[in-house]
């Protein structure tokens, strides 16, 4: 056991007798939490574990400062160690992914996404319009001019890459804010393919002619080019805005370089910390010094106070990654998620697009009669977190869907390699094979029930339980 944790293990000890001498049943959840998470494959792609300096760093009393503003210019009196705290994460993620400008304030991915639209919004139209009128800020505006400048707010266009192809919902979906700012048109997939077809994006670009491109995603299982992407917004001068939620560990630990690197060709990227890159759970934003005024008047604009112990643990994560071992750890995210697709395919199970080139591995469950929700639910009684998702073009709508989702950070961070990682595609491969759709009372097959012999979820238990017991999660934290 390394110093650091055997001290975080004497330190949570008090931790969480101090919590539960308040509320025994808060403490309870925590260790229960810790030894739910150690007992499970948690192949979700958008977790992962955070270090113990990180997770000890978000419990202090720097999260009872109000602090709205910004770094230097804050609507609070005495922010000067959250200044400090601020400075230190925003030069920490400027120099890991080599941004001109970062913006550590937002408390999630959706409030980073935001924090981008809003600057966009700001730079693009609001302060062209200003400075049209003669106007300094918005409250020199007659109220005529300010109703005008509300309307074009309204009519401005984004286009986002489709649900089911693994776009996300702040890419202008009605069930988020971003489809109520803005007009959207969504880029899908090839349907022969599944991947991006960036000869039909720029036809639908031209034709529709948006203010923002959105590039990224939640569950696409391959790289993109950005370069692609940027040639195209600059094509019709929509303004590239990337969102690296999760895949931020694979550009902080260069795995992404050349055309697949988004900083370079963003003009405005939105992640979050706590993905791929195994920080805090927090977000973040990076722009080109153009948007960077815009990006920084974030709170109070769209974020309320910002987390000064969030920002801390971010400062702690960002200087993780800068390690030769996190560009290893990343590599190996990659390289294992080879593997678990391989050893899938090997066992005849359909993935989306074929394979995978990131960390995400997306399988349509559809061709053994399961939705996406069976076969999420049959997993989880055998031990394997994932959750489920859409595929293309997906006949089972968004909520049952016909895809789960899996991905590889969280089991590396645990030491899963390759070895692991085959086994683990042939425990997942043996769930499916072994669940049927529970039929409904008419006979139909149902979509949310399902049959799986608790002996056989049982066993599948006991081989993951054999590897993870080989890399314990927090080695050495008892509690
Ligand atoms: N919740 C994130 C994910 O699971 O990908 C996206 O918001």
Not at 185 to 197: A, V
Request: charged share 20%.
């Amino acid at each position: 056991m390394s110093d650091v944790n055997a001290t975080a293990s004497s330190a949570y000890r008090q931790i969480l007798e101090v919590i539960g001498s308040v509320e025994p049943r808060i403490a309870a959840a925590t260790k229960q939490e810790l030894t739910d998470q150690r007992g499970s494959l948690k192949l979700i792609a958008s977790e992962n574990y955070a270090s113990l300096p990180v997770l000890l760093t978000m419990g202090t009393w720097l999260s009872d400062k109000y602090a709205e503003g910004t770094i230097g210019h804050r609507f609070y009196a005495g922010c000067q160690n959250i200044d400090t705290v601020e400075s230190i994460a925003a030069e920490h993620a400027r120099e890991l992914f080599g941004a001109e400008y970062a913006y550590v304030q937002p408390h999630s991915g959706i409030d980073a996404n935001l924090v981008a639209y809003w600057a966009i919004l700001s730079h693009r139209i609001e302060s062209p319009t200003l400075e049209r009128l003669g106007a300094k800020t918005v409250n020199d505006l007659a109220e005529d001019d300010w109703e005008d400048l509300r309307r074009e707010f309204n009519t401005q266009r984004v286009m986002g890459m489709a649900l089911d192809a693994g776009g996300h919902l702040t890419h202008g979906f009605r069930h988020n804010i971003s489809g109520k700012m803005f007009q959207q048109r969504s880029y899908g997939t090839d349907p022969t393919s599944q991947l991006i077809d960036y000869d039909k994006l720029r036809a639908d670009a031209k034709e529709f002619k948006p203010l923002i491109i959105a590039a990224g995603y939640s569950a696409y299982p391959r790289r993109v080019n950005f370069a692609k992407m940027r040639e195209i917004a600059d094509e019709v001068g929509a303004t590239l805005f990337i969102d690296m939620a999760h895949f931020a560990g694979l550009v902080a630990g260069k795995v992404f370089t050349g055309e697949e690197n988004p900083i370079p060709y963003g003009h405005v990227i939105g992640s979050t910390t706590h993905k791929s890159l195994r920080g805090p759970r927090g977000g973040f934003v990076l722009a080109t010094a153009e948007y960077a005024d815009a990006v920084d008047k974030g709170c109070p604009m769209v974020l309320g106070g910002p987390l000064g112990h969030v920002m801390a643990a971010k400062a702690v994560a960002f200087a993780e990654a800068r390690t030769e071992s996190f560009q290893t750890y990343a590599q190996a995210v990659a390289d294992n998620a080879k593997t678990l697709a391989e050893g899938l395919l090997k066992r005849g199970v359909k993935l989306v697009t074929g394979g995978t080139d990131n960390h995400i591995v997306l399988l349509d469950v559809s061709a053994y009669g399961l939705t996406g929700r069976q076969a999420e639910s049959a997993l989880l009684d055998s031990g394997v977190v994932t959750n489920r998702n859409s595929v293309p073009a997906d006949p089972n709508g968004a909520w049952y869907t016909s895809g789960v989702r899996i991905g590889t950070p969280a089991l590396t961070s645990r030491g899963f390699g390759t070895d692991e990682f085959t086994a683990v595609a042939n425990l997942i491969a043996d769930v499916l094979e072994a669940t049927t759709p529970a039929l409904t009372k008419s006979g139909a097959r149902g979509k949310a029930k399902y049959i799986l012999d608790a002996s056989v979820a049982n066993s599948i238990q006991s081989r993951a339980d054999e590897l993870l017991a080989g890399h314990p999660l927090y080695p050495g934290l008892e509690l």
